[in-house]
């Protein structure tokens, strides 16, 4: 089937603004994996989920970010009063469970202007 | 801090021509390496994973190598092509868990005609 998708592609704000990106996992794959990936550096972890519930939040650099999954399945970013350092790619990764590999969404590039 | 360490961090080759990327870690305790590969625009894709009592993995012109007891690795690219042309990003498993990768920063490699 199809891979990981994710939208929009691109998203242009304002700083202030509020914005929520989404990820579609692999049909079946129980675990999701949010990062965030900055111009010439690789992926920083920010949240993952098991189910419905999230794993490990560790990553979250500060309570404007926030991510749920509500149904075990398609995952939304939320991202609060968003400043200018929050623009990067952020990418979803899903797979079948904690301990296998990962695969990748496109991502979702982010700008704050 | 675990760190991940990538260079050189830009290779320009030409097309047909060999090349090695490395990659040392302080990332302890070790459970497995990975090498991913990241086209311009794309989410990563996973090349090869090894844990560390293996020291040598191949998938078709790509070859790994892990030297645990140095922490070092080396991804080696036989008679490249334009399509190599990419990011690739070493990546260390703290355990199994995928909540617990530290990635590095990436060499970007342009392969020239």
């Known amino acids: 089937g199809a891979g990981v998708s994710q939208t929009p592609s691109n998203k242009v704000t304002e700083k202030g603004k509020y914005v929520e990106l989404r990820c579609d996992p692999i049909s079946g794959h129980t675990a999701l994996y949010w990062y965030r990936q900055s111009l010439g550096q690789g992926p920083e972890f920010l949240i993952y989920?098991?189910?419905?519930?999230?794993?490990?939040d560790s990553g979250l650099p500060n309570d404007r970010f926030f991510a749920v999954r509500p149904e075990g399945s398609v995952s939304t970013l939320k991202i609060q009063r968003t400043e200018r350092g929050d623009s990067a790619v952020y990418l979803c990764?899903?797979?079948?469970?904690?301990?296998?590999?990962?695969?990748f969404g496109p991502g979702t590039r982010l700008t704050v202007l | 801090k675990n760190q991940v360490e990538q260079s050189p961090q830009s290779l320009i080759i030409l097309e047909g021509k060999n090349c090695t990327l490395q990659?040392?870690?302080?990332?302890?305790?070790?459970?497995?390496l990975r090498w991913y590969k990241q086209d311009t625009g794309r989410g990563p894709v996973s090349l090869t994973i090894m844990t560390f009592s293996e020291n040598t993995k191949s998938n078709g012109r790509y070859t790994a190598t892990l030297d645990a007891d140095t922490k070092q690795s080396s991804l080696h690219i036989t008679a490249s092509q334009l399509s190599d042309s990419a990011s690739y990003i070493c990546v260390v498993s703290l355990n199994n868990a995928g909540n617990m990768l530290t990635f590095g920063g990436g060499t970007r490699l342009m392969v020239k005609p």
């Open positions: 990764a899903s797979s079948p469970g904690a301990t296998y590999e990962q695969f």
């Open positions: 990659c040392n870690y302080t990332v302890s305790p070790f459970s497995n």
């Open positions: 989920f098991q189910g419905t519930g999230a794993a490990d």
